[in-house]
């Protein structure tokens, strides 16, 4: 997805949550003053199957269904508990507000981290990714892309990686660690997860493909556009 597809559904995102555009454009030169053009081609997932590896709480009984992909494509915390079981990630989608020292191995290593820039994350941006290895730092904003900063489209770290799968070619995706109805999360973190949700909705029809994490929520989606 290129960003003039993302940017109606941007627009009701930061609506609904009454996000500052102005803030996330901020957020995304100073992301972009620390970053580097990434190649996009160390992704490509053509023909492959991808794992969207969530941060339920779900996702420790469901780690085989990782090991099985292809490619993983981990959101924050989820890389924690698949490193734990001995499996490691392609990608890391962060918006560095738990656990950015995971995101600072991984570079270290060789790994990509899609680092994502938004107008509530500034400091964190600031603090960490100087400490990177920015050649393995993809750099995201949800805001109009600039420089080496790139959207391709998504809200919370786990949607926009299944975003960022479906740009790089996955032919399909599958989605362990993935709870909607996380009666642990905050009211907002609920809210979130209900983005999450509709823009999956909107994947999947962009897609032509059946998500099995949405079988029995559908006529619940409120469509996106
Ligand atoms: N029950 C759940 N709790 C948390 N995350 C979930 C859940 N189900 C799916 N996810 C997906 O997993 C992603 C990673 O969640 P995690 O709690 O590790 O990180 P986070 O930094 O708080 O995420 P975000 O900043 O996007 O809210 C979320 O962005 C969301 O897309
Ligand atoms: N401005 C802003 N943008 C976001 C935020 C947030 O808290 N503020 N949280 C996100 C995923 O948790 C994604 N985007």
Known sequence: MEYDDWQPVYDDVCAAFGYEQA?????????????????????????????????????????????????????????????????????????????????????????PVAVHAHGDNIAAIREHVPTYDTTHVLATTQAAPTGPVVDHGGFTDGDRAAFLADHCGAAALRFPGWAFDDHTVTEEKRRKLAWAARLLRWLETRRGEAFGVLDGRRAAIDAVT
């Open 23 to 111: 803030a996330d454009r901020r957020a995304r030169d100073v992301l972009a003053a620390h970053a580097e053009p990434f190649d996009m081609a160390r992704l490509d997932c053509t023909g492959q199957t991808v794992a969207i590896a969530g941060g339920a709480p779900t996702l420790a009984d469901e780690r085989e269904v990782a090991a099985a992909a292809d490619r993983v494509f981990a959101a924050s915390t989820a890389v924690d508990v698949l490193a734990d079981a001995g499996i490691e990630v392609d990608l890391m989608v962060t918006d560095l507000d738990k656990n950015p020292e995971t995101a600072r191995r991984l570079t270290a290593q060789g790994t």
